[in-house]
Structure formats: C-alpha cells, structure tokens
C-alpha cells in the first residue's frame, strides 16, 4: 500500500482477533511514532503498556473489543498553556504516526477517550501535569468496515487575499 492507501483505510478498529501482537512490532510502530512533529523537540510523549489487572479496573464497556494489547498514550504538559496545547498536538501526530504504522502493517488500533474520566486518571496512575490522550486497544481486525465517507476538504478550504 502507498501511503494515501494506509491513510484512507485505516479505520478505527472495533473488532479484533484474539492473535497477540509482538511487542517488537508495537515497538516497531510507537518508535515511528516518536518520528512526529514536535515543537522545540519536547517529545511529550510516554506510553504505558495496560496488563490485565489494570485493564480489568478500566472496566471499558467493550473490553476494549477484546483487543489482545491495550495502550494508554499520555501527553505531558508544558511551561504554559500554550506550550501544552503544542505537547497535545504532537502527540496526536504520535498517535497518528503509530495508528498509521500499525495499519500498514495489518494491524489496527481502537481508540478509546474513556481517559478523560478522572477515575481512569487515578487507575492508570497517572502523575500531576500529564494528559491521557487516549487508551488504545490494539490487534488484528477481525473484520474491516469500508471508510466512513468525510466532507470534501474543498467545503472547508478559504483563500486569503
Ligand atoms: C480524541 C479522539 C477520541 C476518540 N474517542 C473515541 C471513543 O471513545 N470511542 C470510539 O468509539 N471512538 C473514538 N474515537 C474514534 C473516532 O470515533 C473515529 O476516528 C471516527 O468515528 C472516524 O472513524 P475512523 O477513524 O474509522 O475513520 C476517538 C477519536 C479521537 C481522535
């Protein structure tokens, strides 16, 4: 696949088979995912690998769609709020880098915001100035929807004089 083929079918994954995934190849994805855009190199970044007893206390409603990985993907605050928004940006393009390097790969990624709740904070441990961006399940689509149709990028495009 080129990568206009990795990027329009990816989908965010909602049923997976039971196959674990290697470790060297999640690290294969999150390493591309530290290739990510990231404004004076602060790599705000950190990934937590969840195991059972943690993802058992997650308690999602769908189990993560029984995922056989499960990741959180934390975000690190910066000396100020603008700093901040920057460090959450970059590290959506990490996640994206890595959703799409999975992908490329055959394998696909669910993305759950249930990390928001400040219950979860308290599970995940999470420390003081640190963002969940997201927990991640992680595995072999068991089946694969076709993309989910997006406006025409021309509706949303102005021309500055
Ligand atoms: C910040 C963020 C949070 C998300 N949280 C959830 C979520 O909690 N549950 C869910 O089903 N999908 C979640 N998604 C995935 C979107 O619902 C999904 O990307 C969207 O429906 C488009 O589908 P696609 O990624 O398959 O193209 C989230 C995506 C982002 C960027």
Redesign the pocket.
């Known amino acids: 696949m080129d990568i206009i083929e990795i990027i329009n079918s990816?989908?965010?994954t909602?049923s997976f088979k039971s196959d674990t995934v290697q470790k060297e190849l999640i690290n294969k994805w999150l390493q591309a995912g530290t290739m990510a855009p990231n404004h004076k190199m602060t790599e705000p970044w950190e990934v937590y690998w969840v195991g059972e007893a943690t993802r058992t206390k997650l308690n999602h409603k769908t189990n993560f769609f029984n995922a056989p990985i499960v990741l959180a993907i934390l975000s690190k605050h910066g000396a100020n709020e603008i700093e901040t928004t920057e460090n959450t940006v970059a590290t959506a393009c990490f996640v994206q880098n890595f959703n799409l390097a999975a992908w490329a790969d055959g394998v696909g990624t669910?993305?759950?915001?249930?990390a928001v709740a400040p219950k979860i904070r308290e599970i995940l441990a999470v420390p003081e100035g640190y963002d969940v961006i997201?927990v991640f399940g992680v595995g072999y689509p068991e089946e694969v929807n076709p993309?989910?149709e997006r406006t025409a990028i021309l509706e949303k495009m102005k021309y500055l004089p």
């Open positions: 990816r989908r965010n909602k669910f993305w759950s915001s249930l997201g993309p989910r």
